[in-house]
């Protein structure tokens, strides 16, 4: 299994060779988890797109970047342009960190623009979407559970983890 890009989770089927003009090229197949009816074809020599590629996650890996996220900033890019570059470096990267951080600045500008009777703009709404998405099917795949279920067992972990610190702190 590996991560493709802002495809998410794929069964790396294995490498095909196929003719175009006189010259037989190899090829990755793909198939995403989400989409069994979809099949990927990414040229073994194009570096631009075997870069794409990354290893999904471990269990311990995901609970290890939940654990984490609580401590991580988010910022909020002001200029809808740049917003939308970073936004869309984050989710064909390989960052989940960046990912999670995303996503909880997104949700934050949301609760913002709610609280004044405003929307999440388009593109933004679309950018959350697609990082939810990556996110927890990723997530659900490392950890053998349902999509449904990851931001229960999200919630779940940071709460342990803040219970953690707090008998650390009691600790010391």
């Known amino acids: 299994m590996v991560r493709y890009g802002s495809d998410g989770v794929c069964n790396l089927v294995g490498v095909i060779q196929r ?3 006189k010259s037989v090229l190899e090829y990755y197949h ?3 988890v989400g989409e069994p009816k979809s099949d990927i074809f990414i040229p073994v020599n194009n570096e ?3 870069s794409k590629l990354y290893k999904v996650l471990t269990a311990d890996e ?3 970047i939940i654990r984490e996220a609580p401590n991580t900033d ?3 890019i002001e200029n ?3 917003r939308a570059e970073r936004y869309k470096e984050v989710i064909s990267g390989s960052d989940r960190t960046a990912l999670i951080q995303m996503i909880r600045a997104l949700y934050s500008r949301r609760q913002t623009q709610q609280s004044s009777k405003k929307n999440l703009r388009a593109p933004d709404q679309q950018f959350l979407k697609n990082a939810e998405k990556l ?3 990723e997530f659900a795949y490392a950890l053998g559970i349902e999509r449904e279920m990851v931001l229960q067992f999200i919630f779940e972990q940071i709460e342990l983890s803040d219970s953690s610190d707090i ?3 009691n600790e010391e």
Request: glycine letters at 0%; charged letters at 25%; a neutral charge.
């Open 80 to 82: 809808d342009r740049l």
């Open 19 to 21: 003719r175009f003009d």
């Open 62 to 64: 995901v609970i290890a």
């Open 30 to 32: 793909l198939k995403p």
């Open 74 to 76: 988010t910022i909020w």
């Open 135 to 137: 996110l927890y099917d």
């Open 167 to 169: 008998s650390n702190l």
């Open 48 to 50: 631009a797109l075997t």
